[in-house]
């Protein structure tokens, strides 16, 4: 049995790690660089900081990520436990107070003690003992090129931005009004709604506005599911209307009618004090972001408490490299865990991270790694990045999907999801009893 085992990285999928590796009696060594250095992307010293939006989506089993929450919430997740208790209203989502969210995992991995924090940057990967690499997909450069040496794999890249959060008490809420899309759920969302003169305006502004440079990289690749709004915008006129400004189930109380265009914003914190802006995640300059955005109907004179920022998200090449326990294949006593593996989202990372831990401690109890199936939401991504027979390896969030389909035909597709669920979690308590 091993001594100890290392996680690098104290973001979401390295407390979880950390945390399923301490439950069972094992040491960790927790090494995080905060706060000594921080990331283009971080800006808090406490762990698991959310950077891209405070919600963890769905949290309906009817939706494949909300299903993927309540498996490690039956596996006892450090992540599920702290969103549950810090969450704010968000309809039919699971969003959290990101500061009373990292702060409580924070005290939770400190009271843990198995497990031991370091804080300083890990420039080498240790040669001796089990690791589990969590550090993200900000990975710092020295550590980039120790990795890169080691798995002898190109490395791929996109780019991530964050969307802006501003003050709910600089919001003209006679413009603006709270709802929810077909009045289903409460009304949790502040919506802004445009008529056609406004949004001309608007997307014009958005699609000409300048952007802030992207250092050191010469293309720019952007994923799907966090594309920069400009970037959206710029594939069409009506593309935003279809997206993330999508009217449809919102009837203005000023109008008693749907809008040409709505603009909805999410609680950001317990208090509600602080929104952010519903798919703005963006790489404008900050002053531009202040006057483009200050043309949305109701946010004339929003204070910005933070602007939206660009970064580069980096990934390995994860079906070339890793088996589904997230064990590299040429090096067994290195996992990988969390975005660094291709896995997309705060949810996803965390149960990365709850899988790499897990079987990372079977590994220094002397036993087999533990390998879910993908009947099961967790066992569907870790298939996925470790299916050799992917060539055009992209992130991807949990979905039905990338999970075993149903023998029988069911042509209702929340009752077909349903029934997928609740084999899922009845697959999960039965893996409990070995691990």
Known sequence: MS??????????????????????????????????????????????????????????????????KEEMRLLDSIIMK????????????????????????????HENENIEIINEEVKELP???????????????????????????????????????????????DKAYKAARYNRGTADYINCPMNREE????????????????????????????????TMAKRG????????????????????SEAYAVVQLRQDNEEGTLYNIVGFQTRLKWPEQKRVFGLIPGLENAEFVRYGVMHRNTFINSPKVLEPSYRMRKHPNLYFAGQITGVEGYVESASSGLLAGINAAMS???????????????????????????????PMNINFGLMEGLTVRIRDKRKKNSEISARALQIIKDIQNSI
């Open 3 to 68: 001594d100890y085992i290392n996680v690098i990285g104290a973001g979401l999928a390295g407390c979880e790690a950390a945390w399923q590796i301490a439950k069972r009696g094992i040491k960790v060594k927790l090494y995080e660089m905060k706060p000594q250095m921080y990331s283009p992307a971080h800006h808090l010293e406490t762990y698991a900081e959310l950077v891209c939006s405070n919600s963890l989506r769905s949290d309906q089993l009817e939706n494949a990520v909300g299903l993927l």
């Open 82 to 109: 702290c969103a549950d208790a810090t969450r704010v209203p968000a309809g039919g989502a699971l969003a959290v107070d990101r500061s009373k969210f990292s702060q409580m995992v924070t005290d939770l991995i």
């Open 127 to 173: 040669t001796d003992g089990i690791t589990v690499v969590a550090s993200g997909p900000l990975t710092s450069e020295d550590l980039s090129r120790s990795l890169m040496r080691l798995i002898g794999e190109e490395y791929l890249h996109f780019f991530d931005a964050a969307a802006p959060i501003v003050s709910f008490d600089t919001i003209n809420m």
């Open 199 to 230: 949004y001309d305006r608007f997307w014009n502004e958005l699609v000409n506005a300048e952007l802030a440079p992207v250092k050191d990289f010469e293309k720019e690749v952007v994923f799907e599911g966090c594309m920069p709004v400009e």
């Open 237 to 256: 006129v009506d593309t935003l209307r279809f997206g993330p400004l999508k009217p449809v189930g919102l009837v203005d109380p000023n109008t008693r």
């Open 364 to 394: 220094a109890l002397g036993k087999k790694d533990i390998l879910f199936p993908r009947s099961t939401a967790i066992g569907a991504l870790s298939n996925y990045v470790s299916d050799q027979n992917v060539r055009d390896f992209q």
